[in-house]
Every structure is written in structure tokens, then in C-alpha cells.
């Protein structure tokens, strides 16, 4: 005879109940929920813990009702403490412009974990098994997906375990048998047009284990090695954008980072970006991380370009840098014309063949008689400097902090480009590169500062 705790033993023990603990099982009156709740009462019985049982009514079907009060009275007949929680699913998928299926997933997951919440249960447990991984990574692969939707379901993951993902549905059914668990049949998953999942788990599941008896067990084989790829491929990418510049609602990542990570991880790079910037990876799809990587094949080395993201995100790659925020950014990067003043941010910019006034003076070792395309631009912080008599470069945001610059300020000083290349910054100097050597011809960036109609300087 099987023990009551069998299938549970087969989860990693960091799914399982502690001792002591008292954790929060999810029941919908159906067979694979019935069984776990038995299960977990076992469990935590030998260990000094507590299952409670949560129920949500959709609200979907007509025995919906039923459903309810079955759970209720088997719970009761148990002395297992129950929580039940309603929600109009049809209304929240239309105000939130959702699918019907996708509707009861959020409004039950937010209700269970209510329920822990006030019931003090650190963990909740639902009764995903095998079949039921199997079934989600076909349905992601046929759906589209990349590396992640192909590695199935976790064992724990933010407080919610699955704990018998290691047994077959058939397992289930034997197991209530042997316990004569009572349980309730959703009507509609007989029914192949009621959703693509019960399509796959009636027409298609049972032809793949025609062909293999064990497609489910090597399905979800697979899955668990992919996992081990996708993990470490994220954390290839975590360590790559360590380092990267994060101030409020904005982040900088520089091209060569980008460009040295191997192709697999670059889409993880950005992703991580997202999550720096505080806005979270969500609705970030593979359709917005390739548009991300051709802006960056066609912008490299060049000039600005921009692309909008969700959550209000702004991408834009400037020279050598990918700059992802959340902020209004006006300032781009425009070409100066010699003799002409340019309104530049806080800043009137004209270039000019001699010195006037304050300014930048810029030696260009180019042939005689041919002009440098001169761009004045944002500078990003990873952005170097040779300054003369220096031992070497530093980076423009070490050289702000040396003079106390502030992070707004810093962002707002124009960035002088010379044939593509850094040649100044205003307040903070001129590469070495570019330095005027003796009485050779330079070139003149004159600098104002602008004053608004009220007299107070423009921010």
C-alpha cells in the first residue's frame, strides 16, 4: 500500500512543509487538489505543522456553486480550516483587457495569497503535476517562446510550491483510489473546445504516448536540464550588467558590454536592464528585445536613435552607449555650423575659427583645408577623458564626483564629438587627443549659458 506521504517525498526538500510551519493548499474540488490536500494533512500532522485549504469560485460555470460547497463539507468532515473567496472573472477581463483564462489565474492567485497572508501561511501549494508541466511547456512551444517557456514549471518559486510535479496524473488517480478521496469532475474538461489546454491533455497528449509511453516523464526531463541552462545564462547576464550606471529612471549600458557577452545572453542583458531601470521585465517580449538589438546594429558607431518601449520606457543608443529611462529626455545630438549659434539645453553653442569669449578650444589633425563634422551631444557617463598631463583616462562620471558635479548637472553638459570621436566636455576639459599644441590653428566652441525672460538661469 502506497503511504499517504509518497509523492510528496519526491519534491526537493525545499518545496515541502517545514516542521511546525503551517502552509496554505489551494483545493478546487477536483481530483489532483483533493489528493494534495491529504497529502499535506499527513505531512504536517507528523511534523507538528497545519494545512489550511483556499477555494476560489470563478464563477464561470453552473456547478460552480457546487463545487463550493463540496469543498466546504469535505473540509469541515476533515477539521481542516478553510477560506473561500468569489470574483466576476468576465468583468475583470474586460476591464483589464484580458483573456477569460488569464482573468481567473490573476483573481485566483491574488485571492490565495490573501488568504495566506491572513491566515499567516508563509507558503501556498497547488497541485501541478507532471501532465501538467508537460501540457504548459508544449502549449508555450507551439504558443512561441524563448529558452525560459521551455523549462517548465519550478518546484517553489515566490512562495508558491508544487510539490508533485514529480508524479504522473496516473499516480493521482491511483493514489485516490487507494484513499478513496472524494472529489468533484469539472464537466468542461472533457470538452476539447473549451480550451487548448484541454485539446492537448485530450487528443494530442494521448498520441505522444502512443508513440512513447514515457513522453511525459521525458518532456519534462528535458525541461529540467533547460533549466539548468536558462540559470546559468542568467546569471552570465546578471554579472555583465553589475557594474552598469543605474541613477533614477535611468540606466546605461555600454556597446562593447553588449558586444562581448555571447549572443545568448545579450537578450537576457537587456532584460536586466528593465529591472534596474524598477520597472520589471513584464510584457518585455523577444519582439521588443530584437527591435532593441537592430536599433543597436544600426546606430553603432553612429549617430542617435530612439525606440519606445512598455512601461514608458525610452531606448536610445548615443554613440558607444544603450541608454534605457523612464524620464523625458530632450536633449539629442545636433551638428554645430560654423558661425552659427545653437540653442543647446541650458546652453547657446557656436562654433567658431578663433577664440570669443568663454569656450572650448580644440585642436582637429585632419587634412589642410577640410572640416570636421563637429556634433555637440549628451555625454554618458562611462564616456573616458585623457586630460593633458594625466596619467591616463577617467571616466566622465569619476571626473563629475572629483568636482562635486551633481548627477542632473552632469547629464546636461554638452558633450563636444569631433569626427565621432570625444574630444571635450564643458566644465570638465579636452582630451589630450584634441589639446591645441602651440601656435597650430584650433578651432572655438563658444559656451553661454542661457538666461530665461524671469533672469534666472535656464534649467
Excluded at 289 to 310: F, I
Amino acid at each position: 500500500m502506497t503511504a499517504r506521504t509518497d509523492l510528496l517525498r519526491r519534491a526537493p526538500h525545499a518545496a515541502l512543509p517545514r516542521r511546525g510551519e503551517k502552509v496554505l493548499c489551494a483545493v478546487s474540488g477536483g481530483l489532483d487538489s483533493m489528493c494534495l490536500l491529504r497529502m499535506l494533512e499527513a505531512w504536517c500532522e507528523e511534523r507538528g505543522g497545519q494545512v489550511m485549504a483556499a477555494h476560489f469560485n470563478h464563477r464561470l460555470r453552473t456547478r460552480a456553486d457546487r463545487d463550493e460547497e463540496f469543498v466546504r463539507e469535505t473540509c469541515e468532515s476533515w477539521g481542516i480550516p478553510l477560506s473561500v473567496g468569489r470574483g466576476d472573472v468576465g468583468e475583470h477581463a474586460r476591464r483589464e483587457g484580458l483573456s477569460t483564462e488569464e482573468a481567473a489565474r490573476n483573481l485566483r492567485y491574488a485571492f490565495l495569497r490573501r488568504a495566506a497572508a491572513e491566515a499567516g501561511c508563509k507558503r501556498v501549494y497547488t497541485a501541478h503535476h507532471a501532465d501538467d508541466n508537460a501540457e504548459t511547456i508544449l502549449l508555450n512551444l507551439i504558443r512561441g517562446t524563448g529558452l525560459a517557456g521551455l523549462t517548465g514549471m519550478d518546484w517553489e518559486r515566490e512562495g508558491l510550491c508544487r510539490p508533485l510535479l514529480g508524479a504522473a496524473r496516473a499516480e493521482l488517480e491511483e493514489y485516490a483510489a487507494e484513499w478513496k478521496i472524494p472529489h468533484m469532475e469539472d464537466e468542461t474538461n472533457a470538452d476539447p473546445e473549451a480550451a487548448a489546454r484541454n485539446l492537448l491533455r485530450l487528443q494530442v497528449m494521448p498520441l505522444l504516448k502512443e508513440l512513447n509511453p514515457r513522453a511525459v516523464e521525458h518532456i519534462c526531463g528535458a525541461a529540467r536540464r533547460l533549466r539548468g541552462v536558462d540559470r546559468s545564462l542568467e546569471a552570465d547576464a546578471a554579472a555583465r550588467t553589475a557594474h552598469v550606471e543605474v541613477q533614477e529612471g535611468r540606466v546605461t549600458l555600454s556597446m562593447e558590454a553588449l558586444a562581448a557577452a555571447p549572443a545568448a545572453v545579450r537578450p537576457r542583458m537587456l532584460l536586466w536592464l528593465f529591472d534596474l531601470l524598477g520597472v520589471g521585465r513584464k510584457d518585455v517580449g523577444a519582439a521588443h528585445l530584437e527591435a532593441l538589438m537592430d536599433l543597436a546594429r544600426r546606430t553603432a558607431w553612429g549617430k542617435e536613435g530612439r525606440l519606445s518601449l512598455p512601461h514608458g520606457v525610452t531606448a536610445r543608443y548615443c554613440r558607444r552607449w544603450l541608454i534605457l529611462e523612464t524620464r523625458p529626455q530632450t536633449l539629442t545630438e545636433v551638428q554645430l555650423v560654423p558661425g552659427r549659434s545653437l540653442r543647446w539645453g541650458d546652453y547657446a553653442l557656436t562654433l567658431l575659427d578663433r577664440p570669443e569669449g568663454e569656450g572650448i578650444s580644440f585642436f582637429w589633425r585632419g587634412r589642410p583645408g577640410q572640416s570636421p563634422v563637429v556634433t555637440a551631444a549628451p555625454c554618458p557617463p562611462g564616456e573616458r577623458l585623457t586630460l593633458p598631463g594625466a596619467r591616463g583616462s577617467r571616466s566622465v562620471k569619476r571626473l563629475c564626483l572629483d568636482r562635486r558635479i551633481s548627477l542632473a548637472e552632469r547629464d546636461r553638459l554638452p558633450a563636444i564629438y569631433v569626427e565621432g570621436e570625444l574630444a571635450a566636455v564643458w566644465r570638465l576639459g579636452v582630451d589630450a587627443a584634441f589639446a591645441p599644441e602651440g601656435g597650430a590653428p584650433c578651432r572655438f566652441i563658444k559656451i553661454e549659458k542661457q538666461i530665461e525672460e524671469d533672469g534666472h538661469d535656464a534649467q
